[in-house]
């Protein structure tokens, strides 16, 4: 733990992403919120007065008012390090200007997911391919779309025993997933909506960008609905495997995957993947807060009804998708980032 903190800005400090930042960057041992931004609908307004999440806004932000988001504000202002929970389309043109200026920016957006010069970076899945980068430059690191998230750190534990040939994912997304906008249908009738605009290629792109070779040559497919849940993205997965591992191999993969262990990342879990024995689980209610230590709570992703039938391997899995897959994800990133020596706490 360093004693002097990271000087740092927030973008979309207002939106339910940006309320999630907030809570995980309270008290963070390495990063300090200096700057909390939005746009012109939350601009001058304090925290409290916007907060949507169970509980009270934390203390150190709660009377803070938010400012207009500028790139020439925020090089002038010393905050060398961005977090950002901008709308996607409105994040792109700001975050890459960030990046010209020399400030480096953590983004749950979309917007540069799909570009070849950002990093799409899941650290417990494809962060050693990152190893050899120039330390200290300016990075632009985005986290992936929520549902691959899930579905990237359920696979890559067992993909090497499995050796897919097909894997089809079907998902039932949060109301939160769409933001508080979304979140207002939690005041209509209960509905379910099998169609999410862009949803499934997304999650077929990102989650092979992820998994690389680990998929191989192997077909993708998704399906994704809109529940009526407030939080936490359910998925039911298929895999048509080649290999032959044992029950007992497929849950020993998962358990003893821990491949930050021996990174200072105070945010990832000490068990990324949480495997579930009960036929019932896991669900939004009881499961969607899983992950050790207490910073790290909503960070694992949780595994359970496996059914191994070979070739078939079918299973469910869990995961907060405004945490691990959204500021959590982010945040992790950041602290990885400076683990690894590509952030300093000098400017």
């Not at 001058?44 to 509980?55: K, M, N, V």
């Not at 894997?167 to 005041?187: C, F, H, K, N, W």
């Not at 990832?268 to 495997?275: G, H, L, T």
Request: a positive charge; proline letters at 8%; glycine letters at 10%.
């Amino acid at each position: 733990m360093s004693a002097e903190r990271i000087p740092c800005a927030l973008l979309g400090a207002g939106g339910y992403i940006g309320q999630h930042f907030l809570r995980l960057l309270a008290g963070h041992p390495e990063f300090e919120l200096t700057a909390l931004l939005g746009g012109r609908r939350t601009a001058t307004r304090r925290i409290e007065e916007l907060w949507s999440l169970e509980g009270e806004a934390p203390t150190e932000f709660a009377r803070r008012r938010i400012g207009i988001a500028s790139p020439t504000r925020l090089s002038r202002s010393g905050e060398r390090v961005v977090f950002s929970a901008l709308p996607s389309g409105t994040a792109g043109a700001i975050e890459s200007e960030l990046l010209r200026r020399g400030i480096s920016v953590f983004t749950n957006a979309a917007d540069h997911r799909e570009d070849a010069r950002t990093s799409l970076l899941l650290p417990e899945v494809n962060g050693e391919r990152f190893r050899r980068r120039r330390s200290r430059t300016p990075v632009l690191l985005a986290n992936p779309n929520c549902t691959a998230t899930g579905l990237a750190l359920a696979l890559a534990p067992v993909s090497s025993l499995l050796r897919p040939q097909l894997v089809v994912v079907s998902s039932y997304q949060a109301l939160s997933g769409a933001g508080l906008d979304g979140l207002t249908r939690l005041r209509s009738p209960p509905n379910v909506i099998p169609f999410i605009e862009g949803e499934e290629p997304k999650v077929i792109r990102e989650t092979r960008r992820l998994l690389g070779p680990a998929l191989g040559r192997s077909a993708l497919e998704a399906n994704c609905a809109r529940v009526p849940v407030r939080d936490g993205h359910l998925e039911a997965v298929l895999v048509k495997a080649a290999g032959r591992p044992s029950t007992p191999e497929l849950f020993r993969g998962w358990s003893r995957f821990t491949p930050l262990a021996d990174w200072e990342c105070p945010s990832a879990p000490d068990a990324p993947v949480v495997v579930r024995r009960e036929e019932d689980r896991p669900q939004p209610l009881l499961d969607l807060w899983a992950g050790t230590p207490v910073q790290a709570r909503g960070m694992a992703v949780t595994v359970g009804r496996v059914r191994w039938e070979p070739p078939y391997l079918r299973f469910f899995l869990l995961l907060h998708n405004a945490v691990r897959g959204g500021a959590g994800g982010s945040v992790l990133n950041a602290e990885y980032a400076l683990a690894r020596g590509w952030l300093t706490h000098r400017s």
